[in-house]
């Protein structure tokens, strides 16, 4: 039996006992979705870091470096945090340093917490990753980003899909409000979820900033089946 908790944003993962127990992070427009998909094309590894002070430096050690804040790329590095940055062959074999706004810091938020298992939570490997965990039979916590510490509706969905997902293969205990929310919302959005989102902040910040084409691949629902965790501290293929 699996216990499932949804945290709604990382301003309240303290409330939570995650030592031991496997973290899903989050953050579905964009961070997450652009870790998996850069392992899914290739990519030997993503370290993720909580300044572009720390990324630049990952520079002089062979990494691409890769930055966002607030939707935007910041200059001075190879990429920004758009999912078809990775693709094509351009981080294939490549290890990258990335820091965005709010996805990043949540990874090291678990591995500081001692976590047993951290992964990077898309929709795009939803299937792939709902297995993974089932086969693990170790509790779950999946750790919502959010947008600077509020809760958000995106990464709200994504955690409801993937509760139900594991809730469908294998026997889940679920008693928490935040999980049982969660799994309700996606059931309301589950038929168009880029429909859904349109009212959202972040789907209309994004928008302005011309990102539309990203949103769409993002919530694109198991597409690909490569799992993504960390190991030794840098986000890897493990499925
Ligand atoms: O907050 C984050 O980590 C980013 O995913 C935000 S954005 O989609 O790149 O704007």
Same mark, same amino acid.
């Given at each position: 039996m699996i216990n499932i908790e949804v945290v709604l944003s990382p301003a309240l993962l303290h409330l939570s006992n995650v030592k031991d127990k496997n973290v899903v992070v989050i953050d579905i427009l964009r961070a997450t979705s652009t870790i998996c998909t850069a392992i899914h094309h290739g990519a030997s590894s993503i370290k993720a870091l909580r300044t572009p002070e720390e990324a630049k430096l990952m520079s002089s050690h062979g990494y691409i470096t890769a930055a966002e804040r607030d939707g935007n790329k910041l200059e !001075?590095?190879?990429?920004?945090?758009?999912?078809?940055?990775?693709?094509?062959?351009?981080?294939? !074999?490549k290890s990258i340093a990335l820091t965005t706004t709010n996805g990043t810091k949540c990874i090291e938020a678990a591995e500081n917490a001692r976590a047993r298992n951290v992964y990077s939570g898309s929709f795009l490997n939803l299937k792939a990753m709902a297995l993974k965990l089932a086969s693990e039979q170790t509790d779950v916590i999946l750790l919502c980003a959010g947008w600077k510490d509020s809760f958000n509706l995106e990464d709200t969905l994504f955690a409801g899909a993937l509760a139900s997902e594991i809730s469908s293969l294998t026997e889940t205990d679920i008693d928490c409000d935040a999980a049982l929310m969660s799994m309700d919302i996606y059931n309301l959005a589950k038929s168009d979820l880029v429909g859904y989102l349109k009212k959202s902040s972040h789907y209309k910040r994004l928008s302005h900033l011309h990102h539309e084409e990203d949103m769409v691949y993002c919530l694109q629902h198991s597409v690909f089946e490569t799992v993504t965790g960390l190991v030794d501290s840098e986000m890897k293929k493990i499925v």
């Open positions: !001075g590095f190879d990429m920004g945090n758009s999912p078809f940055e990775c693709m094509n062959g351009k981080v294939q !074999g």
